[in-house]
């Protein structure tokens, strides 16, 4: 069974904990109780494959933002996560995924952009087009959800799951042999 190490960020407010708690346990929390750091873990199949994903559940307010190289550094797939009803918490992710490029070394990253809070269309900030052309331009799957209604919630973590897949499997393909003399 596959292991996979999946990071959630994004600024505070966004739904983060909703998103992940809904996804692992099927509940909505509907209350904010801004979160430190909350670790789950979740047997998942994807495409026939078995898996665990230990999900790391992040702080989204500034004052933890420093400890955000490490869950970074230890994560192998990313949801970043904005609220449509926010066009701030849009703005802030891009600094979110310039810093995982950093400490990861590469663009090639599983990345999954996520668009929360889908359910309060009539407080919609950020557009889905938006979305979809920050997606485009950081060559990542897209999904607007809702932790509420469940909308996407089980798709964004199987997205999640496809690009670590592909990326594992792409990096074992390119590894060295060697030969013998």
């Known amino acids: 069974m596959l292991e996979f190490k999946v990071v959630v960020l994004g600024s505070g407010g966004v739904g983060k904990s909703a998103l992940t708690v809904k996804f692992v346990s099927g509940t909505f929390v509907d209350r904010y109780d801004p979160t430190i750091e909350d670790f789950y873990r979740k047997e998942i199949e994807v ?18 933002a420093s400890m955000r190289d490490l869950y970074i550094k230890n994560g192998q797939g990313f949801l970043i996560v904005y609220s449509i009803t926010s066009f701030q918490t849009f703005m802030d992710i891009k600094s ?42 950081w060559n990542c799957s897209f999904l607007e959800t809702s932790a509420k209604t469940t909308k996407n919630v089980n798709n964004i973590f199987i997205d999640i799951v496809r690009e670590m897949s592909t990326l594992k499997n792409k990096r074992n393909k390119n590894c060295c042999s060697c030969t013998l003399l």
């Open 96 to 137: 979110m995924r310039d810093q995982i490029v950093r400490v990861k070394g590469t663009e090639k990253v599983p990345v999954v952009l996520v668009g929360n809070k889908a359910d309060l269309h009539h407080q919609r900030e950020v557009t889905t087009e938006e979305g979809q052309n920050l997606a485009s331009t």
């Open 47 to 64: 495409d026939g494959q078995p898996s665990v994903l230990e999900i790391l559940d992040t702080a989204g307010t500034e004052q933890f």
